[in-house]
């Protein structure tokens, strides 16, 4: 019984929410299989202390590298700590986050392993024994359903899609050696930057408040800021290319096809038209609302709800709203 | 300062994308292609250091059909020295592509191997760390600007909520997203002047992938959108809709 790896990604000693999505995947994946999972957590000291977290959220058995050399991630001594786990162990599938990390990481064990590898999953299933995984191409205009070959299969899941759900089974703790020595490390983190205030990032924020050159002014973000503030801690501002090129925005808060894939369960797209660029970063979303003056822009085409009118008038009132409901 | 830069031929992002009739294929036909938008942002960080290092060249590395060639010259038109074309009669992916590119690049002398962040058809974000794997160098991705002094590259990666600063021994591979480099226009010297620079096609073998599409399929359609109402009065009932129907507040 080989099992299935998930990767419980940390930062800061904290663990992220989307680690609890990827033991999530794996619970379902190694239901179906009729196997176990094994969730590696690897970080400095005292990063062990959420294990007992990993395993109501469905993992069997948690194991737990601490080292000083892991207080920042390093893709070299994480592929040679994970790969080797996973040579040890064996695995049958090997599910990372689609996260900066995990993007970094997981293509990486993948050919250390010599086996296949594809990102951003939206769904999963077991088919014969094997894992079979849905992904979008081509900014999400196709999905493409993938087999894998060789065992293990390496995939990453979209944060968002899979919701996290608990168990009530506390899984079993074990410690992983991980004598690694970062002399040997060709690349080291310097300096983690955090964003102004340690603002949820448009990536994983379950809500995102987008705003585009309908805003007309970069003072006026601060009425999009306002209503995610009143989502209370579950929104993220996102914004359009055009208002990022106009240096009204930063990069990291674009969404498109040069900026962000977002997949949030809500989008607000306010006085942005939908241009197919744009597009590309949020289709994949799971409610869409549009607010645009212009009845015929593009966004309302693919937005659940719209609201035509002039947003200077109509983002105050949804905040309004939004404060009395939260 | 010597950098090999990997570039993809990738439908633009305007193009109409159709499933062709064995369900698992993309149709060629008809196609706008471009080269990768991430690309181009690794071709101009290469053009960029070499011109402040004053020295060093920039061969531009496509793995495709005979296609690709004409990506390359695009390249080549915004300033890269030369170009090879690692040419495969079947589309390669992944992994394969990866070994394709290390094993190139294992016969060659370079500093920094650059990528785009991903490609805009398979939106994989795997060769580049794939590639440095392979051949047992550091790495770092989603990179917005670098800087290169004393055999080192220290480099500005966006990660969720802020960034990291990097520090990588040479030679090291980058991949590259939006940030401090504006991909040039090719000038049209720059275009007369790529057609008499070095082109190289080596045919290369490839071995599998590791994964199999099955199946492609268009996305579900997503029902017809719904105006809830014109100007702020349509608040109260999105929210309701948004509470009640859609169930996500
Ligand atoms: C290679 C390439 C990559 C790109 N990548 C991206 C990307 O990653 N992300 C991205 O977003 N774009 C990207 N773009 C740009 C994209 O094509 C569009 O130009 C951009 O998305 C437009 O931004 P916008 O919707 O904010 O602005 P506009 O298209 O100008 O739209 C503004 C909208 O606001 C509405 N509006 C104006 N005033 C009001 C008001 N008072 N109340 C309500 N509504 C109002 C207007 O009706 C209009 O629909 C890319 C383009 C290229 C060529």
């Known amino acids: 019984m080989a099992g299935i790896f998930a990767f419980a990604e940390s930062r800061d000693g904290e663990l992220r929410k989307v680690a609890h999505e990827v033991v999530t995947a794996a619970r379902t994946v190694a239901d179906a299989m009729g196997t176990e999972v094994h969730a590696v957590l690897l970080g400095g000291p005292g990063t062990g202390a959420h294990a007992a977290e990993l395993g109501q959220h469905g993992a069997d058995k948690v194991f737990v590298g601490e080292s000083g050399a892991f207080a920042h991630y390093s893709a070299e001594g994480f592929t040679t700590v994970i790969a080797g786990f996973i040579k040890e162990h064996g695995c049958d599938v090997a599910i990372f986050p689609a996260t900066s990390m995990g993007k970094d990481l997981a293509p990486r064990v993948a050919a250390r392993l010599g086996v296949g590898y594809v990102s951003e999953v939206t769904s999963l299933e077991v088919e014969g024994g094997s894992v079979v995984a849905t992904r979008p191409e081509y900014s999400g205009k196709v999905f493409a359903r993938v087999s894998f070959g060789e065992k293990p299969a390496v995939l990453s899941v979209r944060p968002n899609v899979f919701t996290a759900t608990e168990n009530a089974k506390a899984g079993a703790v074990e410690t992983l050696d991980v004598s690694v020595n970062e002399a040997d490390f060709g690349a080291i983190v310097r300096e983690i930057k955090a964003a102004a205030g340690e603002k949820l990032d448009v990536g994983e924020a379950p809500i995102i408040v987008s705003g585009g050159r309908g805003l007309k002014e970069p003072e006026n973000f601060k009425m999009l800021e306002e209503l995610a503030d009143a989502f209370k801690g579950k929104a993220a501002v996102g914004a359009s290319r055009a208002v990022v090129d106009a240096g009204w925005r930063p990069h990291s808060e674009q969404v498109g096809q040069t900026g962000k894939t977002v997949a949030p369960t809500l989008y607000f797209a306010i006085g942005i038209s939908g241009a197919i660029q744009h597009l590309a970063g949020m289709r994949t979303s799971r409610f869409i609302v549009a607010i645009n003056k212009d009845p015929e822009a593009p966004i309302f085409k693919i937005a659940d709800y719209g609201i035509v009118g002039d947003l200077f008038q109509i983002v105050p009132r949804l905040t309004e709203e939004v404060r009395k409901m939260m | ?249």
């Open chain 2, 1 to 249: 300062m010597k950098s090999l830069v990997c570039v993809k031929r990738v439908p633009d992002t305007e193009t109409r994308i159709r499933i062709g009739g064995d369900g698992t294929t993309v149709e060629t036909a008809g196609v706008k292609y471009v080269l990768n938008p991430y690309d181009e942002f690794a071709v101009e960080a290469a053009l960029k250091h070499k011109e402040a290092a004053g020295q060093g060249d920039v061969t531009v590395l496509s793995v495709g059909g005979s296609e690709s060639a004409e990506t390359l010259r695009t390249a080549l038109a915004m300033g890269a020295d030369a170009a090879v074309l690692l040419k495969s009669d079947r589309p390669l992916e992944g992994l394969a592509v990866a070994r394709v590119i290390a094993d190139e690049a294992k016969g060659r002398e370079f500093d920094l191997l650059l990528f785009g962040m991903k490609a805009v058809d398979d939106d994989l974000s795997a060769v580049g760390p794939m590639v440095a794997e392979l051949l047992g160098i550091p790495a770092a991705t989603a990179v917005t600007e670098f800087s290169v002094e004393g055999g080192k590259v220290t480099a500005q990666c966006e990660i969720e909520g802020g960034s990291e600063v990097i520090e990588l021994k040479i030679p090291c591979a980058l991949t590259l997203t939006k940030g401090a480099y504006e991909p040039r226009y090719a000038s049209l010297k720059g275009i007369m002047a790529a057609k008499k620079k070095p082109l190289e096609e080596k045919a290369v073998q490839g071995a599998p992938d590791g994964v199999t599409v099955q199946k492609r399929t268009y996305p579900a359609e997503r029902a017809a959108g719904r105006i809830v109402g014109e100007g702020p009065d349509a608040v109260p009932e999105l929210l309701r809709l948004l509470r009640q129907e859609a169930k996500v507040l």
